[in-house]
């Protein structure tokens, strides 16, 4: 199975201009890729995935977007507990989950981020799939080492079974990406920093593909 390039814009870019940009080049032929810009980009792009969702269809929760909207666009991915979500906005384990029952419930698919065994869901889920993101690798430029990661990826398939897709994310580039599918094992990454710098990102797609 081809591996699944995930790309999490974070609240980048700051223009629609620079974001059409951004994701025409991100365009690889026979690829898997799944871009997930800030919400408001979503449209215009045709986006498949999205960074976070809510867990209630609709209703007076100010600010919130749910999945059903999502739905709607032609997403197909949800980020859900992403760490920088847990850290800044104060998302819990009981949170999250239910924003990953939501999301299935929608029809779409959650990458549920964590970085140890214990934030994995207490029972299968179907169609989840999960991103193995150790804190020290986010965004420092400091990649966990693929034999490290090919522990955690073999723990976590061991908890969940071993059919689910397991992502490897933190400090992707275009020189480690390959070792996470070859030689870790991993269904697919999920790329921060990179996925914004677009010959960058199109050699981890050539890389991996
Ligand atoms: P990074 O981010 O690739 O910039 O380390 C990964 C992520 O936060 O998903």
New binding site residues.
Partial sequence: MKPLIVA?WKCNPTTLEEAKKIFKKANFPGAEVVICPPFIYLSTLGAKGAQDCFWEEKGAYTGEISPKMLRDLGVEYVIIG?S?RRKYFKETDETINKKMKAVIKAGLKPILCINKISQLPAKKQEGLIIAY?PLF????GKPCSPKRAKKMRVLIQRKMGKNIKVLY????NSQNAKDYIKEAGFGGL?????SLKPQEFLDIIKAVC
């Fill in positions: 999490n992403h920088e993101e690798a986010i965004g420092t994310g933190g400090s992707v999920l790329v921060g920093g990179a």
